[in-house]
């Protein structure tokens, strides 16, 4: 099995910036990849960012392109998402999910990931 603990979460105003953390722990040998998810009150689940261990490729959705970066630390199985240029929109709660397989199209889809964190919430003022 393999435990997920985010930190980092907060209250922000718009404008301003966030590092969420990740701590993998457990057989984090058998996870390819780590992503990041988000769910807005009333909102479902939705994909914000993917890396993979190996080589580090990413994937983004496009809402966040350009404001937030993903990456890891393999020696310390932490992967963190940094979050610049916060808006309202952005308010949630934030997920840290693992996925054991490679993936092609269905990477953003939460079903395809096999552990989940607890979530942090992040917050941002207008």
């Known amino acids: 099995q393999v435990q997920l603990v985010e930190s980092g979460g907060g209250l922000v105003q718009a404008g301003g910036s966030l590092r969420l953390s990740c701590a993998a722990s457990?057989?984090?040998?058998?996870?390819?990849?780590m992503g990041w998810f988000r769910q807005a009150p009333g909102k479902e689940r939705e994909f914000v960012a993917r890396i993979n261990w190996d080589v580090g490729a990413t994937r983004y959705t496009d809402s966040v392109k350009g404001r937030f970066t993903i990456s890891r630390d393999n020696a310390k199985k932490m992967v963190y998402l940094q979050m610049n240029s916060l808006q309202p929109e952005d308010t949630a709660v934030y997920y840290c999910?693992?996925?054991?397989?490679?993936?092609?199209?269905?990477?953003?889809?939460?079903?395809?990931?096999?552990?989940w964190g607890q979530g942090t919430q992040v917050t941002v003022s207008s």
């Open positions: 999910a693992a996925d054991r397989v490679p993936r092609g199209s269905d990477y953003a889809r939460d079903a395809a990931y096999d552990y």
């Open positions: 457990g057989r984090t040998s058998s996870t390819y990849a």
